[in-house]
């Protein structure tokens, strides 16, 4: 058998992370962290259902399609008009749910049809606001395109695009790279570093609302690493697991955008990944059984605890978290 796109993942991270310059692994400290991390949390992943659609097969399948579409821009999340006490991703996607219930649930023809001015109104965002509105472009292209793919060569049905994966999260995830707005791939001291952070977490989030069964049936899930953003390597920073130079340190302390695909920033993700399989693998040699999608959710959640609000991720504005 031939490397998946799993494989293209993990030793492209285990490359970039051992010629990393800008952040290092601690791993001296990685069976001390292993064993404070509340490891039954990754065990038992499930879906919130405040701020997500859960309901109806179809329908909830369409939204979360879309909403991992869309599921970036954290980059410009400062800059938006939020929902009181939520993040800008729970604001997103609380108000795509409720624009899925409005309509019924999404079609291509609804995809295809968006425009940035219609996007600011789903979100309540100011086209006024010159960052919000480069945001809500940039959802419209996202959702133009998807309705294109789905059109193209899955008839617009949703159901058959996901059947046609053969119950394999790595053809879905090969699938969805056709897009490029999915395809976080960089060039690091000569070799592609893959991170494919939205693809893979498209079918982490089939599998966790629908409980591995019919439409988030992937017997593959387990090969899933975890889905590199700016928050899952802060709380390893935080933690202490990561360490990143003193430079890097003071631009993400005094707000400085990192441009995607630059070194500091491809090492920052491809270390985080490669961090977290590490941790994978310590928990198989002591008999826990863990894959690398539930030690995500552990960490992502983690990251929403106010230890980790107190000082800035870095920001880094793309289309790709």
Known sequence: MGQTVFDRILSSCAFAAERAEFVRINQ???????????????????????NHFCGDAAATLAYFVTLDCINFGSGYFGALRKDPGKTGYFTV?????????????????WLRQITAAECCLIFDQNPENKMAYELMCLFAEALNAMAEFLD??????????????????????????????YRDVFSLQGREIFLLKRAQITASDLHIVFSGQGYGRFDDIGELTIFADNLVPHVLLTDGLLSYSPDLQASIAAGEPLSSGCQAEVE??????????????????????????????????????????????????????
């Not at 064993?35 to 879906?47: F, G, K, N």
């Open 28 to 50: 001296d400290y990685l069976t001390e962290y292993a064993r404070i991390l509340p490891v039954e949390i990754a065990q038992h992943p499930v879906m919130e259902s405040e």
């Open 152 to 181: 193209r060569s899955y008839g617009g049905s949703f159901g058959k695009f996901i059947e046609s994966a053969g119950f394999s999260a790595a053809v879905l995830v090969d699938q969805l790279c056709q897009m490029p707005f």
């Open 93 to 109: 996607a609380s108000r795509l749910k409720a624009e899925s219930i409005r309509v019924g649930g999404f079609s291509t023809q």
């Open 268 to 321: 920052i993700r491809a270390c985080c990944i490669h961090a977290v399989e590490l941790l994978r693998q310590f928990y198989a040699g002591v008999g826990v059984e863990v894959c690398s999608q539930g030690l995500d959710y552990l960490l992502w959640n983690r990251g929403q605890d106010e230890k980790y609000r107190q000082f800035p991720t870095h920001v880094t504005r793309c289309v790709y978290y």
